[in-house]
């Protein structure tokens, strides 16, 4: 069955860390494509890190470039992000994405070039 299965969230300071981790099972496991997406209430699903594991390349938005690492694990089938220097304004409901079968570019930060999501980790960053 394919799936994804987040792990790891939770509640921490302002200036902690956290790290999370997407479980990927069946034809997501060979997805070369694999991102980060969090939604805030009230705010749209926003693309945070991409990793294109072919060609070990990460990309990440503006908002946490310097303090979160997009990580990929190919014989746990895992993907990881490691989050520092966490801000208040980080706490969403954090989601990994995965595109099996696509190959070559995409629109990494479009939620619509995927088409298997996991059911999502919450993180509470306190002030």
């Known amino acids: 069955q394919e799936q994804l299965v987040e792990s790891g969230g939770g509640s921490v300071q302002a200036g902690g860390s956290l790290r999370l981790s997407c479980a990927a099972s069946?034809?997501?496991?060979?997805?070369?494509?694999m991102t980060w997406f969090r939604q805030a209430p009230g705010k749209e699903r926003e693309g945070v890190a991409a990793?294109?594991?072919?060609?070990?390349?990460?990309y990440y938005a503006d908002s946490v470039k310097g303090r979160f690492t997009i990580s990929r694990d190919n014989a746990k089938n895992t993907m990881y992000l490691r989050m520092d220097s966490l801000k208040p304004e980080d706490s969403a409901m954090y989601y990994c994405a995965a595109a099996p079968g696509v190959v070559g570019w995409i629109n990494f930060f479009s939620d619509k070039s995927y088409t298997y999501w996991g059911r999502g980790t919450q993180v509470t960053v306190s002030s």
């Open positions: 990793i294109l594991t072919s060609i070990g390349r990460t």
């Open positions: 069946g034809y997501t496991s060979r997805s070369d494509w």
